[in-house]
Nanobody, 115 residues
Framework: QRQLVESGGDLVRPGGSLRLSCAAS????????MNWYRQTPGKTRELVAR????????NYADSVRGRFTISRDDAKNMVYLQMNNLKPEDTAVYYC????????WGRGTQVTVSS
């Protein structure tokens, strides 16, 4: 069974940092592009960061570039999102995603940035 499980979401003050983790199972993780999305109520899900297979290339939304870093550990089937200098507008549910023969999503982890 293909599965993604996110963790690491929390309440943090503006300017703070969080590291999200996504554990993957049930597919050949190292061959796949992995994505982090986020969603707030009433808005469409937004692509935040992407990492190519092998970690050779990454892409970021303009709103997070320079503050967030996506990485992966193929030995552990894990993908991470390091988020620094968090802002209130980063508040969202963050989802891990991979596209195989169909889209696979985790259940999400809540990040709240508030003073």
């Amino acid at each position: 069974q293909r599965q993604l499980v996110e963790s690491g979401g929390d309440l943090v003050r503006p300017g703070g940092s969080l590291r999200l983790s996504c554990a993957a199972s049930g597919f050949a993780f190292k061959y796949y592009i992995m994505n982090w999305y986020r969603q707030t109520p009433g808005k469409t899900r937004e692509l935040v960061a992407r990492i190519n297979s092998g970690g050779a290339g990454t892409n970021y939304a303009d709103s997070v570039r320079g503050r967030f870093t996506i990485s992966r550990d193929d030995a552990k089937n894990m993908v991470y999102l390091q988020m620094n200098n968090l802002k209130p507008e980063d508040t969202a549910v963050y989802y891990c995603h991979v596209r195989d023969t169909y889209d696979i999503w985790g259940r999400g982890t809540q990040v709240t940035v508030s003073s």
